[in-house]
């Protein structure tokens, strides 16, 4: 197994990851509806993060949306570390902590494109190449201020 191949496997993984989080956020078991009603938020906002956290997996899972993904899974969970730390759920932080992190390899995977070479071969005629050395430069000048 190839060095890319390992970290395309973490993104692979992460999109599981993120894509049974998004389900577990949108089926809203008890403990769940139960967190947000503890913690004074709206039901809306677990079905948000549900889809949010579907999205991220779908864009983890393309290779190349996987920059975005890595953006939008790393926000959502810095977002649930800084809850979970707040309501002092330190046991449920250190994971989500730990899936911050297990962000990092993963953007080794992200598809590099090559460089972009561009070949026009065009014959100029002598008239067209004259026109051009006879444009006049002296407008194209910074305009002065008084």
Same mark, same amino acid.
């Given at each position: 197994?190839?060095?890319?191949?390992?970290?395309?496997?973490?993104? =692979?993984s992460l +999109?599981?990851?993120?894509?049974?989080?998004?389900? &577990?956020q949108?089926?809203g078991? %008890?403990?769940? /509806?139960?967190a947000?009603?503890?913690?004074?938020?709206?039901?809306?906002l677990r079905?948000?993060t549900?889809?949010?956290d579907?999205g991220?997996?779908?864009?983890?899972?393309v290779p190349?949306l996987?920059?975005w993904? =890595?953006a939008? +899974?790393?926000?959502?969970?810095?977002?649930?570390? &800084?809850?979970?730390?707040?309501? %002092?759920?330190y /046991?449920?932080?250190?994971?989500?902590?730990?899936l911050?992190?297990a962000?990092?390899?993963?953007?080794?995977?992200i598809?590099?494109?090559?460089?972009?070479q561009?070949v026009?071969?065009?014959?100029?005629s002598?008239?067209?190449?004259?026109?051009?050395?006879?444009v006049?430069?002296s407008?194209?000048?910074?305009?002065?201020?008084?």
């Amino acid at each position: 197994m190839s060095d890319s191949s390992i970290f395309a496997a973490i993104a =692979i993984s992460l +999109a599981v990851v993120f894509g049974v989080i998004g389900a &577990i956020q949108l089926i809203g078991p %008890r403990f769940v /509806r139960a967190a947000y009603h503890r913690w004074d938020y709206p039901q809306r906002l677990r079905l948000l993060t549900g889809l949010l956290d579907l999205g991220a997996a779908f864009m983890l899972a393309v290779p190349a949306l996987r920059g975005w993904g =890595i953006a939008l +899974a790393a926000i959502l969970t810095f977002g649930s570390v &800084i809850i979970f730390l707040s309501h %002092r759920q330190y /046991r449920y932080a250190m994971p989500a902590i730990g899936l911050l992190i297990a962000l990092v390899p993963a953007a080794v995977s992200i598809p590099r494109t090559g460089p972009v070479q561009f070949v026009v071969q065009r014959q100029i005629s002598a008239e067209v190449s004259q026109s051009f050395a006879a444009v006049d430069t002296s407008d194209l000048s910074a305009p002065s201020v008084e």
